[in-house]
């Protein structure tokens, strides 16, 4: 796993933190320094989950 947003978990007190697993581009929103839900996932070849036309 990789952090790919500029921001640290720890620099980032609330809002959306993008990490990569192996070309799996994982959106997560830290909510006060808690993991509270997935925002995006979206694969190497652009499929998303859950999907959405954009």
């Keep these: 796993m990789v952090r790919v947003c500029a921001q640290t978990w720890d ?24 993991l509270d839900y997935c925002e995006a996932c979206v694969s190497s070849d652009r499929r998303r989950c859950p999907y959405s036309p954009a």
């Design 11 to 34: 620099e980032l007190y609330a809002g959306m933190f993008l990490v990569d697993i192996e070309g799996l581009s994982i959106t997560i929103f830290n909510d006060c320094d808690e």
